[in-house]
Nanobody, 118 residues
Framework: QVQLVESGGGLVQPGGSLRLSCAAS????????MGWYRQRPGKQRDLVAE??????????DSVKGRFTISTISKNNARYTVYLQMNSLKPEDTAVYYC?????????WGQGTQVTVSS
């Protein structure tokens, strides 16, 4: 099992920045990829950014050049993924969920609210 704990959401003005963090613990050695999804009210959950265990990244077109995903492995028991979000826009407002893929199993964090508003 993989446990995911997110932090870093909040309220920011348009053009501002936020950094989301997701700490993974448990069976992290078998994680194939980690990433961030977001869900806006009345919309489906969309992939925002992901990074594989090999370091390959993938981004939603609308966030390319503004968001950066990265990881850090502190030891064999803890693995953290970050989402640096710059030049935020009101349409980035959503609940952001951390995701981990372990073999064929999906694991989700509890979600963190990001609100971009003046």
């Amino acid at each position: 099992q993989v446990q995911l704990v997110e932090s870093g959401g909040g309220l920011v003005q348009p053009g501002g920045s936020l950094r989301l963090s997701c700490a993974a613990s448990g069976s992290i050695r078998s994680i194939n990829a980690m990433g961030w999804y977001r869900q806006r009210p009345g919309k489906q959950r969309d992939l925002v950014a992901e990074i594989t265990s090999g370091g390959v990244t993938n981004y939603l077109d609308s966030v390319k050049g503004r968001f950066t995903i990265s990881t850090i492995s502190k030891n064999n028991a803890r693995y953290t993924v970050y989402l640096q979000m710059n030049s935020l826009k009101p349409e980035d407002t959503a609940v952001y969920y951390c995701h981990a893929l372990r073999y064929i199993s999906d694991h989700w964090g509890q979600g963190t609210q990001v609100t971009v508003s003046s």
